[in-house]
């Protein structure tokens, strides 16, 4: 793909900038898609450029058609499609007209009526669905706007009447940020009123930044400064900020764009420097895959390139990582050169950047006398071979996916009967689960709720690919219990049909909810067996007997800790111990503070209770000593106790009442770093009991990732796991001497108990656990395939498909790349690969040596003298492409663009 510079904003001087002008090539539109075609680069990224288009308005509304020239896109909608070219348009490239403020909510709506103008305009061009980016890289324009004099006015006046603080520019940046996505959206639905085919591409660059390597400290700021790239992303898929309009939808396809300037040091701002080769540097394939892991949409690299003599190595590696992205499943439909021809600089015109296929030679001497335009061009030949030889390598590198792929490939849902209710507290299913919907459709199917009337299933969404799935029925009876069965099995089964789920695995997290596998298919069967539940208070009897025929249907089972394992190891040939983990950067002390509102609602609510004080976050049940608790405050009366948690099971009645104890009921997950941070000691007061003989504390790690000391009484579990840095007491006098010892340690035993604690968790992340779990469902799989005949297994994959798969729609993909099925995200992913550089020149020698990688190196220079300085003759076209993105094209599974 080719891309054409197309920024119309004002430079950091207050100079009006045209770059489609000043490149030169809205002078040399045909011979430029002529030489584009020729080449075979069939898909083109341009810019309308509202500053250009619309004329400015003294009422900012404009009231009619003559408000706006569409002119240029029409001149470049007629010579693409004379050449087969499609174009990809950016509506907004930076520019706005003279009297449009970002900082005024107002723009939005005016920014709709051009974008629907602009369709309306182009729509006669486009015989098929037109794609448009409404707002190029909102990112990058929200930080240049606000904190950088890259652009006026906006930094200069935020400078001006603010001064230069680093908090008030961060706010300010996503400030803009929100308001530049809300006016997107309303562009897409402007857009959509008058040309219901459009497809929209979002454009965002994506980054790595990593600590200094002499400040392993500031890992977290670095974690949080990379996590930025993802907020506009996220905020038009809704996830944050829904309230300005965001959805799963509007998310319809991305762009990433990656320069070599895109990787750095976090508070040095130092480069990662490519050409020295940097041992930080991320490979590309790895930004790839975690963009598609974490949005799964079809993705393009919409802007890459380099400058000098270093453009053609930059091609090779980036290209070579493309090439490794798809063999990992990642599919990648496009990697665009842009810029294509080379471009001036915004803030000085004399210089150029070098950095285009062709480039301006000589740009500052007077033109030969006859050319077009006074920018002469220049091809540069080794970008260009390099250009041709991965042009015939890359299509060959995403084949469709065949009988041959790995058993599975194609399993994308995960059906979870579990009776924890999802909006509990946030635990074990909710992590894996969450990061599990990276690579699989999650439907998880909650224990009943009772209501008088017909059963039915109420649908909430809490994150990306997770759909919980709450039964209503008028069966009083809690639980899965077996008189809930006949109205669940009718709703699951009619939601597995209206939702044509035909390829699952189904996940159970209680043996009670066996009966509903009842007309169930699944690939596999996981049992995450997470607690003894028949030691639970309540248990229902037959619950034992449920769990025996349970570890006989199941191909994995996992348990919540080494106790667990003990126990079940020998009932079932595979039985993986699976402790619990933790999301360090959640409870991380450097994370947590800068989160200033909730550090001071935190400290606001401890306020009235004295230090030290000792905490506990978790759901308070049997489980729980409360003697100890009552007698650790009766033993420590000047101390404060915190109880932060849900009563269940037991009466609140029965909570010790004393005036250092607080039981401060249910958080919000979000809250509880906050909470922690305020503690001093946190504590594991759990009874010694047949309710606790197999208990696995999830918070032990959590506790550790907060940096706080850690008193348990004896649990098997965080003994065997943790018993190195946490202080065990049988007693509360031995609890709260365990709390004076730590309340007194020195500033060295401190570091020294933190760095222990710390291996302890970089050792336990749920990403890592949710890793295995990926990897032990894939054996399950394999397992399955090779328990079948070949023959048989491929005859009765074949029927079965025929019979109950419903037609897979075609997925929308950017013409002419070969696109891979998004099914292919779910494959294993190898490790990551040898450093970068001398990976991709491998490969690049490789090729050059391959004949069939670029042809007859011969016709090829040939073909490049024809492409040459000067030469402005016909060139021969290529034939026509089928069009992108067709218009019968079914849109994404989740409902398209449209709320």
Known sequence: MAGFEGADHLNGHGRALDMVQASGHLDRLDEDYAALARLGLMSVRESIGWRLAEAPSAT????????????????????????????????????????????????????ARFAAAAARALKPYHDTAPVYTPVNEISFLAWALTETGLMQPYASQRHHAEGSSEGSSRASGWEMKCRLVKAALAAMEAILDVDPRARFLHVEPVVHVVPPADRPDLA????????????AWDLIAGRLEPQLGGHPGALDLIGVNHYHSGQWEVATEKRLHWHLKDPRRAPFADLLAETWQRYRRPLIVAETSHVGSGRAQWLDEMAAEVQRARSRGVPVDGLCLYPIVDRPDWEDPRHWHHSGLWDACDPDQPPPSGLPHPVPRRLNRPYARSLLRWRRRLPRTAPAPSENDPPGAAMTDLIVFSHLRWDFVYQRPQHLLSRLARHHRVWFIEEPVHHDGPAYLQQIDPCPNVHVLRPHTPVRDWGFADSQVPELLPLVQRHLQQSRISDYVVWLYTPMALPLLQGLHPKAVIYDCMDELSAFKGAPRELRDRERELMRRADVVLTGGPSLFEAKRHLHPHVYCLPSAVDARHYSPVVVRRDQTAQAAARSLHDAMPQPRVGFFGVIDERMDLELVDAMAAGAPDWSFVMVGPVVKIDPASLPRRPNLHWLGQRDYRDLPHLASQWDVCMLPFALNEHTRFISPTKTLEYMAAEKPVI???????????????????DAAGMLAACRELLAETPAARAERINAMLLHVMRGSWDARADQVRALIQQALDRHAAALPVAAAGATAAATAAATAPAAPARPRLAPITALPATAGDRAWPQRPAPLAAAAVLEAARADAEDSALGNLDEADSMLDGLSEGDSAPMPLAPAIAPALAAQATRPAHGGVRR
Do not use: N
């Open 60 to 111: 900012g509304r404009p009231t009619d058609s003559g408000a706006y020239d569409f002119s240029r896109a029409c001149r470049m909608a007629l010579c693409a499609q004379r050449h087969g070219i499609q174009i990809l348009w950016s509506l907004m490239h930076y520019g706005t007209p003279a009297d449009v403020d970002l900082r005024d909510e107002r723009f939005v709506g005016r920014f």
């Open 220 to 231: 977290a700021l670095a974690e949080e400064v990379r996590g930025y790239q993802w907020q």
């Open 712 to 730: 348990s009484t004896p649990v098997h579990d965080v003994i065997e796991l943790y018993g190195d840095v946490v202080r065990i007491a049988p």
